[in-house]
């Protein structure tokens, strides 16, 4: 029940603020209202000339983000779920149990664990790769690999995959690509133009952007059968997002560009002053000249994003010592609020490879010379 995509001539700044967001016929409103109503009027006839029947096959707040989603992501059609956990597991239910996927080693601990422990019994079979070497994809393909899965950059590694070569590796095997652009949003990169079949997002970070929804994405680049398959899972297996969250996540989308560029932006600044400081052993981030992904990063992202990863020197308890000493900066998980969030990644993953003395940083909108002045301090044995 999506609707199509908006053709307007305009810039994504101007899309982001603009699409999804019709005037409300009835009201005039400029800010549409929370449609909470389960079920929808049919004619005497028995048809439903507005398009809505049920709350799960349909709502107007939901094809309204899906609508701006699609724009964004210059694609054909959005799906929302009720988080991103949700967008990614039904793409994997959509494969079927005969299927095999290829995800990164280095992919998000939630979908790791959702493979080992749910899609593993019931029958898909998956490969982990290090996605950011590609003669490594190509030898982990299979008769029956019908997805290509790659996180870039990843958490909490920031490792940068290279999209096109990927997507074109994958359509000689058949196989489609999604990529997972949570952490750069589509304000600093679009994968569906640059050949992946699907973009994937945790809405619930950059997009909805202000930490009070939890929300998920696929949106697709051709109406395809996977997609067709998703649609079916996502309103029959009804792993919906609610009008409210639909709601909240469309007004985020509005500030989604100057956020994201703003977060880019001190992000890089605090990278090069991290990478100077005598307590850091070494930074994360791919806008850093040293990162081993910087020059792809660099073709295929406009800027590098606001989440960051640094190794202290010492060990575990030295990263857990300067995480317990911010003061500004909390210490929680999650990125993409306008507060800055920093996290000891290894104690809450268990069975990756994420190195003991790593801290995760999500740079909000604070002030940088206040992020800065927080981070030295906490840094100071
Ligand atoms: C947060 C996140 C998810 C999961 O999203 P939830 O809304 O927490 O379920 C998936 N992928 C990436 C890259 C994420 O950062």
């Known amino acids: 029940m999506t609707m199509t995509p908006d053709a307007m001539p305009f810039s994504p700044d101007t899309q982001a603020i603009h699409s999804g967001r019709d005037i409300d016929p009835t009201t005039g409103a400029l800010t549409a209202p929370i449609h909470l109503s389960t079920t929808f009027e049919r004619d005497g006839d028995g ?33 929302t779920f009720a988080s991103g956990s949700a967008a990614t ?10 299927a095999h996927v290829i995800a990164p080693q280095s992919v998000y601990f939630g979908i790791q664990q959702m ?14 790769v290090d996605t950011t070497d590609l003669a490594a994809i190509a030898q982990a393909l299979r ?18 995959t ?36 699907f973009a994937i997002h945790a809405t619930t ?40 969250d639909c709601w909240l996540t469309l007004r985020g989308l509005q500030t989604l560009p100057l956020r ?12 090069t002053w991290l990478d100077q400081h005598p307590a850091i052993e070494q ?5 850093l000249p040293s990162h081993p992904g910087h020059a792809i990063a660099q073709g295929q992202m406009s800027s590098y994003g606001g989440l960051l990863s640094f190794l202290v020197k010492g060990d575990q308890a030295t990263a857990l010592g300067v995480a317990a000493k911010t003061r500004l900066i909390a210490r929680a998980t999650s990125f993409g609020s306008p507060h800055s969030t920093l996290e000891h990644r290894a104690s809450i993953e268990q069975g990756t490879q994420t190195a003991p003395n790593l801290l995760r940083l999500s740079i909000g909108l604070e002030q940088l010379d206040d992020l800065i002045a927080d981070l030295d301090h906490a840094l100071t044995p």
């Not at 997507?167 to 990169?189: E, F, G, K, M, R």
């Open 205 to 244: 970070k950059y997009l909805a952007g202000h930490g009070d929804v939890i929300g998920g994405a696929v949106v697709t680049r051709t109406l395809n059968p996977l997609f067709e398959q998703l649609r079916l899972i996502q309103t029959i297996g009804g792993l919906v997002p609610s009008p409210f």
């Open 283 to 287: 930074v994360l981030y791919p806008g």
């Open 89 to 98: 597991f039904s793409l994997l239910q959509a494969l079927g149990p005969e």
């Open 162 to 197: 290279d999209i096109q070569a990927v997507a074109d590796l994958a359509h000689q095997a058949d196989a489609y690509l999604a990529c997972d652009n949570t952490i750069a949003s589509p304000v600093l990169q679009t994968p569906l133009t640059l050949g992946a079949d």
């Open 47 to 79: 048809s439903y000339p507005r398009g809505y029947v049920y709350g799960r096959s349909g709502n107007p707040n939901r094809d309204a983000l899906e609508t701006a989603l699609t724009t964004l992501e210059q694609g054909v059609e959005a799906a």
């Open 260 to 271: 994201v560029r703003a977060q880019s932006q001190s992000a890089l600044a605090l990278a």
């Open 115 to 128: 493979l080992s422990t749910i899609f593993a019994p019931w029958g898909l079979g998956y490969t982990l």
């Open 143 to 160: 008769p029956n690999t019908r997805l290509v899965l790659i996180e870039t950059p990843s958490n909490p590694q920031l490792a940068v």
